[in-house]
């Protein structure tokens, strides 16, 4: 990910801890105590209110261990969800490089679904419990500031199951809201509580020297009782009787000893920048609009003004707290108008987009907000951060929410995303209520246009359902975005109804708008249907697609990289180019598996290798790799409709490819258990012909005949994904089967006409081997012209060599009990008979000799680890000679995100559990 798309999740000085200050007083003993939690304990709490100096003691005391103890520090904020801390999680665990297995970014976009937050619990403690070095401990900072539940509950659970190179420290003004007491009896706690962190007279002593001052120490001692802030404020002020022992003392005590006494302006600058969280020389001038921050700040370090200085690029100082506090209450006496403007001006040089809406919402400026959320959410869903930019949506007002345009607009993108249709209708329906009240033209042109565009993508293939009021003219003066989901709808339309031409025309059309808009994710509301594939009158679109998409891509945008990569590799497996298919699959699957196998990913990159793979010879194996994939899209998307029933209708599409009866039934009950009846209206043709499919099975031919015939009549000239040419086929055996061979004949030459004109050969491999087997004899062969001859031999180039073909029969035969060398002697039979006088270039013929090979990729793979491709073996060297991931991503000029799957594919080739492990393999494998 961009630094641009890091930036929207949360501010980089959140994982940035403080710096010590000089002149600090050495509290040896209280360091060595807390210094053996951090080195020892599952957790080191930090237990006071405001003022003690546990953070500051935390600091002292990783600066005091520095040479045996790595640390991560999170600043806790009120507006912290699960998703953002998580997020904080990763970016500060970066230095170490932690060897993830999946994309820790795409595990936290996944939080939000049902398996989410445990799937990001296990890969977040296996990266911990895998990472080389010193024992680490991971610092929360303010945790009395968190106030989300679920947070809150995945805390203690995290705490729970640490790894033992791993530690927590909580830095808080009250306990966690969870017991501790296994924790104590089990002595993993180490607590320090405000008896610990109270100064004794030795540190009033050595404070008021290092100070100049000549107090009575008795007398500080006495009034503050031994409250840090407190001693700090009674050494530096003039008063000698007030009590300065509570935070409501301290801010008083500020008010009316400091601030009141303070330069006005300073003053004023104080409170002005006081609704930033850090104050640097940019952000307050653009607050306050004075040129003199620079001297501001050199005034309130001269004057030890109760901050900390963060570790960052430029100054940035962090007001404690309490002054915070005294400094707000002071802001709040201004007009409210003057408040507000305080915000707005804090937003404007706001890098954080969530700091940026909370700072334009908290000014009122509610149009902003929705314009800067309307900007940001859709760069977080194509960057696969979808959780994040409902988190963020959750930040308005219900009186907003409800009336706005734009934010139902993107609620309902959202509910596209998850491929949830009804929602999307419903949203974007609302979205058009409320630019009518607001008589906003162009964002009901848009709201339509989505509406419109739904209705299509609901209807069946060869049914156009449409509703004219959503409908919208393609007028020269819609915006671009308009226009493009216009043209996509037109296209879909035409596209369902076999209008090929038109349908091509429009994409293009549709594809030209998206360099006119600055919005990614329009690339992913614009892709292809997986029904496009298997069309040759559609691969230029697709092709066009498949290139402008991984121009835009980049690393940035994976979600989008890897259904690029799958569509490019599902073209090369239509045009019979198996080998360089698989490269590109198997690269489109790493991404999807490094992005946590988002649902509309699969389909384009698992669908296509599961059928190369089948194609192969490998239809066990990948069968079983495609259900794991299903039960993950289950578990994460719930269990009915097309999230999961879709890959179990291809599972069953590869049985037949196969001419496996066991692999077969076994989707078909898949597909009884998660179709649901819905969607079973919605995709009626495939629905349809999985009933068919199960009454050929069943040597129902009667019932098997009528529902191969609906399907017929549902698709028309439309061969979506080989369904015409298959169907015809299948039914063309079921006729021969039935005594009919003229009618199986008469189905066989549609076949191979729907093929020659706008097909593919693969087409005819849905129907399986032994329905080709049967077209392809000479009682059907004399009928054929010279054209349906040629068509035939280029199917023939699909079906495996004799000696794969028996040997996969022979495994057939041991599961299902299907019969092997009959079939295999006919296939040849057959095939030498045309093979003698006909030769066709319809599509690259398959090289038998290559069914069943590793992919391109595994071949050229350095032949002492067998499975690691070249580049791996680049990275892997740099990771031996201890490079980090920074370095690696320099030296061969990478993302680091790219170097980051690069060492999760390592690690899972070379079964190490740590990048150490992964250098120690290579090693010895140079001997």
């Known amino acids: 990910m961009s630094a641009s798309t890091e930036t929207l999740s949360f501010a980089r000085t959140k994982i940035q801890p403080p710096r010590l200050r000089a002149g600090l007083i050495a509290r040896s003993e209280l360091i060595e105590r807390i210094g053996e939690g951090l080195l020892y304990a599952r957790l080191t709490l930090l237990s006071a209110p405001g003022g003690f100096g546990k953070t500051c003691a935390v600091v002292q005391t990783l600066s005091a261990n520095a040479a045996t103890l790595r640390s991560v520090w999170i600043g806790c904020d009120a507006s912290d969800t699960l998703g953002r801390f998580a997020n904080a999680v990763v970016a500060a665990l970066d230095p170490f490089d932690p060897p993830w ?334 630019s009518e009240k607001s008589g906003d033209a162009a964002r009901q042109q848009l709201a339509k246009s989505y509406v419109s565009l739904a209705l299509a993508n609901y209807a069946p293939i060869g049914e156009i359902r449409f509703d004219e009021r959503y409908d919208v003219a393609l007028e020269d003066t819609i915006d671009p975005r308009t226009r493009a989901i216009v043209l996509l709808k037109h296209a879909t339309r035409a596209f369902d109804t076999a209008n090929f031409r038109e349908a091509n025309a429009r994409y293009n059309e549709a594809l030209a708008q998206v360099p006119k808009v600055d919005d990614p994710s329009l690339w992913l509301q614009l892709l292809p249907a997986a029904g496009y594939l298997g069309l040759r009158e559609l691969e230029p679109l697709i092709s066009r697609y498949s290139s402008g998409a991984l121009g835009i891509a980049g690393e940035d945008y994976p979600t989008l990289r890897a259904v690029a990569m799958g569509l490019r590799g599902a073209m090369g497996l239509w045009r019979g180019e198996l080998d360089h298919a698989r490269a590109m699959l198997e690269e489109a699957v790493s991404i999807a598996a490094w992005i946590n196998h988002p649902m509309n990913v699969c389909f384009y990159t698992h669908v296509p290798y599961l059928l190369c793979r089948t194609l192969q010879g490998e239809i066990d194996v990948a069968s079983e790799e495609m259900r794991r994939i299903a039960e993950h899209v289950i578990r994460t998307y719930g269990s009915k409709g097309m999230a999961s029933w879709y890959f179990y209708w291809i599972e069953l599409r590869a049985a037949l490819i196969a001419d496996r009866e066991d692999i077969a039934r076994r989707a078909i009950e898949s597909i009884r258990a998660t179709l649901t009846a819905d969607e079973a209206e919605r995709l009626k043709g495939p629905a349809t012909a999985i009933i068919g499919i199960e009454a050929m099975l069943d040597q129902r031919y009667g019932d098997a005949r009528g529902c191969f015939a609906r399907v017929l009549a549902q698709y028309g000239r439309n061969d979506a994904h080989g369904m015409t040419t298959a169907t015809r086929l299948l039914l063309a055996k079921i006729e021969l089967a039935s005594g009919a061979s003229q009618q199986a004949i008469s189905l066989a030459k549609e076949a191979l006409a729907t093929i020659r004109a706008r097909g593919y050969p693969l087409s005819a491999r849905f129907a399986g081997a032994s329905a080709i087997i049967a077209i392809s004899q000479p009682e059907f062969t004399r009928h054929y012209s010279e054209d349906e001859r040629e068509t035939l031999l280029a199917v023939q180039r699909w079906l495996p060599s004799t000696q794969s073909s028996a040997k996969h029969d022979h495994q057939a035969t041991a599961q299902a009990g299907n019969r092997a060398s009959p079939r295999a002697a006919r296939l040849d039979d057959a095939r030498s008979d045309l093979a003698e006088t006909h030769s066709l270039d319809l599509a690259k013929p398959v090289d038998a000799t290559k069914v069943g090979h590793q992919s391109y990729a595994s071949e050229i793979a350095h032949e002492a680890t067998g499975l690691i491709s070249p580049r791996e073996m680049e990275v892997l060297s740099l990771i031996a000679a201890g490079e980090s991931n920074k370095i690696i991503a320099r030296r061969l000029d990478l993302s680091p995100h790219t170097v980051k799957r690069h060492v999760a594919n390592i690690l899972g080739k070379l079964n190490a559990d740590s990048r150490g492990q992964a250098a120690a393999k290579f090693r010895e494998l140079l001997g």
């Open 101 to 434: 297995r999946s994309s820790p970014e795409a595990l936290v976009a996944a939080l939000d679904s049902s398996e989410g937050q445990r799937v990001f619990h296990d890969a977040l403690v296996n990266a911990l419990s895998a990472t080389d070095g010193n024992r680490g401990v991971i610092v929360l900072d303010d945790f009395h500031r968190l106030n989300d539940d679920t947070l809150l509950q995945f805390i203690p659970s995290l705490l729970e199951s640490m790894p033992d190179n791993w530690g927590f420290a909580i830095v808080s003004r009250e306990d966690p809201p969870w017991s501790l007491v296994r924790l104590r009896l089990a002595k993993e706690l180490v607590e320090i509580r405000h008896d610990d962190l109270r100064f004794q007279t030795s540190d009033i002593n050595e404070l008021a020297k290092q100070g100049g001052k000549t107090a009575s120490i008795e007398d500080v001692l006495a009034r503050t009782d031994g409250w840090a802030v407190g001693v700090a404020l009674a050494l530096s002020s003039e008063s000698k009787g007030s009590l300065v022992r509570s935070e409501r003392h301290a801010i008083e005590y500020l008010q009316s000893e400091v601030l009141a006494h303070l330069p006005s302006d300073l003053q004023s600058f104080l409170i002005q920048s006081s609704v930033l969280p850090e104050l640097t020389a940019p952000r307050t001038a653009a607050v306050t609009g004075r040129n003199d921050s620079d001297a501001c700040l050199d005034e309130i370090e001269r004057r030890g003004l109760f901050f900390q200085q963060v570790e960052s690029q430029e100054r940035a100082l962090r007001l404690h707290d309490i002054f915070r506090e005294a400094l707000a209450q002071s802001r709040e006496k201004l007009p409210p108008e003057a408040q507000r403007a305080l915000w707005k001006r804090a937003a404007e040089s706001e890098p954080d987009a969530t700091r940026r809406i909370e700072y334009l919402i908290a000014s009122e400026d509610y149009e902003s907000a929705v314009a800067e959320y309307a900007h940001s959410a859709p760069r977080l869903m194509a960057a696969g951060q979808s959780s994040l930019a409902r988190a963020m949506l959750k930040r308005f007002p219900k009186s907003i929410s409800e009336t706005s345009t734009d934010l139902a607009i993107l609620r309902g993108l959202m509910a596209w995303e998850s491929m949830n249709i009804r929602l999307m209708i419903e949203e974007m329906k609302t979205a058009l209520i409320n």
